[in-house]
């Protein structure tokens, strides 16, 4: 990534300040088609459009902090995803990543099936009629009401993530008299993050059971032999913003390995595996993700010449990506309330939003790109941070950026990119009030989440 101290614009000193920023675009109108939904464009007068509409328009009627999802986008992705893998392998949507009904009911006519691992988001998932035995349990603390609740609508699996979640579930299915379909979780000691993985030593997290030192072969044992499960495959989720593919190389060949040991000890061959997610998407321009189709060429090619080796039946595949589908699709469109230059460092632009509507860059370092949305500008670039309206210095939302030297209150801005992990991580601090989700298509726009009221936030509180 290139740091560069690129001549200031007329609000700055000559030298710019420490920090991870690209020298400014070329043209700090153009708008990166890697990290904007499909959709995005300007119209005549220089104001950013989706799916036909202009952010001017949108912000007179949602208001802002807003965050903006092109519905196109995201179902030209999830049917990317779905097409790339075809039909000997699924495609489940992570609904952590966003999830609300309208999203559900997108997935479910895209042909995805669906992650949930809460008893809210299977509330959700259920309320909007995705049929349960597309969705999949996750989590590594369900409770019993959770696990109960999932074994009576019949989801498609649940994945177990500890030997005591193994016994939980089969004596809860089985007193319910059924046989829930469930996977195994296992951690293969990988560890990815976006360009850089690790293949030894990441077994300390919380999640799954480790493979090294025989555990998960024992799980495998312990869960074969109840009659409340059925055993059908083995799960490994290795990261998030994931770029190189090598670390789902090394994880395909310990997993591969696993089935191999189960089918030596029980002649038992199981049917799937599942990758898990991860995939990464471009936040700035510097970022280069891959397309499904070539994850999905990559990925079943390792687990066929895996299993080749192993002399096993290739297994069904399945795979979770939850940011690389909604990520791109949606951004968050701002007011800006105040512009502080400060001298020699930088300017700080506060938007009327912050750290609850986006608590990545604060809680992971997380990169964002943003641009002047309500019109065009010629001025100089100029360095800015752009921040929240919360009681709290880390609330930052874009820490190193160039906007337009004449940038003023009541400009909008657009920070492309917030479709995963931003709504769904949103929270109420401060007693500011959660964003709505506004869905655009085909010049037509609606809420899917609507802006929380000080009503919501009061009625919580009962005095
Ligand atoms: C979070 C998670 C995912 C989705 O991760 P993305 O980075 O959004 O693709 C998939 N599977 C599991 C088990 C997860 O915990």
């Not at 208001?63 to 097409?83: K, N, Q, V």
């Not at 099936?113 to 999949?136: F, H, K, Q, W, Y």
């Not at 919360?390 to 990119?417: M, Q, R, T, Y």
Request: aromatic share 6%; net charge negative; charged share 25%.
């Amino acid at each position: 990534m290139s740091r560069s101290a690129h001549p200031a614009g007329p609000r700055h000193a000559d030298v710019l300040p420490e920090g991870h920023y690209a020298a400014p675009a070329d043209d700090l109108n153009a708008l990166d088609p890697k990290v904007w939904a499909h959709t995005v464009g300007r119209d005549a007068d220089g104001v950013v459009t989706v799916g036909g509409l202009p952010v001017t328009q949108l912000a007179e009627e949602y208001g802002t902090p807003a965050y903006i999802l092109d519905e196109a986008d995201f179902r030209d992705r999830a049917r990317a995803w779905r097409t790339a893998f075809g039909t000997d392998a699924d495609v489940f949507y992570a609904g952590k990543a966003f999830l609300s009904r309208a999203v559900v009911r997108w997935l479910d006519e895209e042909g995805l099936n669906l992650d949930v691992c809460s008893g809210g988001e299977l509330a959700t998932a259920l309320s909007a009629g995705m049929p349960a035995e597309r969705i999949a349990f996750h989590g590594n603390n369900k409770s019993p009401e959770e696990i109960e609740r999932a074994v009576r609508a019949g989801v498609g699996r649940i994945v177990l993530d500890s030997f005591q979640e193994i016994v939980r579930v089969a004596h809860i299915a089985q007193s319910l008299g059924k046989r829930q379909r469930v996977q195994i979780r296992i951690t293969v000691g990988v560890e990815a993050h976006t360009h850089e993985f690790i293949a030894t030593a990441h077994e300390d997290q919380k999640f799954g059971i480790p493979l090294a030192g025989g555990q998960a072969a024992e799980a495998v044992r312990r869960a074969l032999q109840l009659d409340g499960l059925e055993v059908i495959g083995i799960h490994s989720h290795i990261g998030s913003q994931i770029f190189d593919m090598s670390g789902f190389e090394v994880a395909a060949h310990r997993v591969v390995g696993l089935l191999k040991d189960i089918r030596d000890e029980h002649g038992v061959e199981l049917p799937e595996i599942d990758l898990g997610g991860g995939l990464g998407i471009a936040y700035t321009s510097d970022d280069d993700p891959r397309e499904p189709h070539e994850i999905a060429k990559a990925l079943t090619e390792i687990v066929t010449r895996e299993c080749e080796g192993a002399r096993l039946r290739t297994p069904r595949i399945s795979v979770e990506p939850g940011r690389a589908i909604v990520g791109p699709t949606a951004f968050t469109l701002y007011e800006v309330g105040t512009v502080k230059p400060l001298d020699g460092l930088r300017t700080y632009v506060s938007v009327d939003g912050g750290m609850s509507d986006n608590i990545r860059t604060a809680l992971y370092d997380a990169e964002y790109s943003v641009a002047l949305a309500s019109r065009t500008s010629d001025a100089e670039p100029m360095l800015v941070r752009v921040v929240g309206k919360h009681c709290e210095s880390g609330d930052i939302v874009v820490k190193d950026a160039f906007l337009p030297g004449d940038l003023a209150p009541g400009d909008l801005i657009a920070v492309p990119a917030t479709g995963a992990y931003c709504r769904s991580m949103a929270s109420n601090y401060n007693h500011v009030l959660r964003p709505p989700v506004v869905s655009v298509r085909d010049g037509a726009a609606r809420v899917v989440v609507r802006r929380e009221t000080e009503e919501d936030l009061l009625r919580l509180d009962v005095g």
